[in-house]
């Protein structure tokens, strides 16, 4: 069987005319998972494409193709699902934003997985074999991530990357945010993989540097002791994603160093409280923010600290505000996005009944463009001060200051925030919308 699976991208990610370059990019592990799902005996055969690293060409020769979906994604998957059922082939989509929206993801495919696919793909693929596909498959009641094997690194090219060593040793997270799509698309109960499965794909692939991919390494406290104790032995430098909460344990911090965490990706979100309780994520306290950071840097753990802006409680002076304090605290690796209301999310759901979504382009929900109207500024005044922001942390004088105190390689570090600044001047290229206000009946309009 001649499989082809696709990952699309919206134009900010594209490989051609995108903004990232490979500096910025770890090889997906989507992809590699579902290859290595399908089952041996449908004898298969087999092509990934990440359109962040090349570009998909329409003239395939594939039995079924699989694209997984985020809703930035959306509009290039439908217009490539498309073009792909109007050639004859058999097309599958998954991913969040199907999970998201199965019934308008339903009118472009001839089947959909709704849910995690560990165990609707493989059956999907019997299925199909036997000329027995059904139009919908579901995540399963009593799913667990057990029994599952190593992802099939080997299919992509990991000259597009910066890295292959991608892991993942949990999925979703047990807080409820307002805008995160994790709570909507699967709940809030965390799957966790074995510890000896994560440990052994480790070791398989080799690499002395990796990455975990995980939402929230530190949503269950029980289950990262043991994952960070297991680490020890290898001698890996590790990076992760974890919530502010991480600042409360310094017992498990120090666990955390001692396993091998270099860094730490973390939501600070706002240097607001009223910003955080805008959002629903008032587990977060930005009064011990710097805090956080001192005892993380103690360690030698680098943070690349993110920051969203248009919340219910942002004014224009929040902009400077933010970049001072990311500034000041010699944050490793500032990065900002606008708040971006999901479909299906709570805030998506609040801002629609309020009357503030602009607009259904989903290839704009992609952190980047300002999609509803903010509540203290206009949508132009928050993609501006937005761009000022990221501007202001990648100028040459936070940049040179946070390299002469850099807690990863140097070159590493370098790399990263030459990667950003480049993103940083390069924003406004990308961006594709100007609110303005239609003379007939006061709306904004996408111009």
């Known amino acids: 069987m001649k499989i082809v699976l696709i990952s699309p991208k919206g134009p900010l990610y594209r490989n051609r005319g995108g903004i990232f370059k490979k500096s910025l990019r770890y090889q997906p592990l989507t992809l590699t998972t579902l ?13 990934l494409i990440d359109e962040g690293a090349e570009d998909v060409p329409l003239d395939i020769e594939a039995d079924i193709i699989g694209l997984t979906v985020i809703t930035g994604s959306s509009t290039r998957s439908y217009e490539l699902a498309d073009a792909f059922r ?17 019934d308008e993801a339903q009118q472009h495919a001839d089947a959909i997985c709704v849910g995690y696919a560990e165990e609707s793909w493989p059956q999907l693929l019997r299925d199909f074999a036997a000329d027995q596909m059904r139009s919908r498959y579901d995540q399963g009641p009593n799913f667990e991530l057990t029994n599952l094997p190593f992802a099939r690194r080997d299919l992509l090219d990991k000259r597009n990357f910066l890295t292959q060593a991608v892991f993942e040793a949990t999925r979703a997270c047990a807080h409820k945010c307002e805008f995160c799509v994790s709570p909507t698309a699967w709940g809030r109960k965390q799957f966790q993989k074995p510890i000896a499965h994560v440990i052994e794909d480790i070791r398989r692939v080799g690499s002395r540097r990796i990455l975990f991919i995980d939402l929230n390494l530190v949503s269950d406290m029980a289950y990262a002791r043991e994952l960070f104790t297991a680490l020890i032995p290898l ?52 009064a011990l923010y710097s805090e956080l950071i001192r005892d993380l840097h103690k360690r030698g753990i680098t ?55 602009l607009t259904r382009d989903w290839e704009k929900y992609d952190g980047q463009h300002v999609v509803f109207k903010p509540r203290n500024m206009t949508p132009a005044e928050l993609q501006a001060g937005h761009e000022h922001a990221w501007k202001r942390v990648y100028g040459w004088k936070p940049i040179l200051s946070r390299l002469r105190h850099a807690r990863m390689q140097l070159p590493l570090s370098l790399a990263a925030n030459l990667g950003y600044r480049f993103y940083a001047h390069h924003l406004e290229t990308h961006y594709t919308c100007d609110w303005v206000e239609a003379a007939d009946d006061g709306k904004l309009l996408c111009a």
């Open 86 to 102: 109007n050639r004859g082939h058999t097309v599958v989509l998954g991913g969040p934003h199907v999970t998201l929206m199965p």
């Open 303 to 357: 943070i690349q600290g993110c920051f969203v802006f248009g919340s219910d409680a942002d004014t224009e002076a929040t902009f400077d505000a933010t970049a001072d304090f990311v500034i000041q605290t010699q944050i490793d690796l500032p990065r900002f996005a606008i708040l971006t209301p999901f479909p299906a999310t709570p805030l998506h759901l609040r801002l629609e009944k309020e009357g503030r979504i």
């Open 235 to 286: 001698g890996v430098r590790w990076f992760g994603l974890s919530t502010s909460l991480i600042g409360r344990d310094p017992a498990l911090m120090d666990l955390m160093a001692k396993s091998g965490c270099t860094g730490l990706l973390i939501g600070l979100e706002s240097i607001s409280s009223a910003g955080l309780g805008t959002v629903d994520k008032r587990f977060n306290d930005p």
């Open 35 to 47: 290859a290595a799902l399908v089952p041996e005996e449908l004898e298969p055969e087999f092509r």
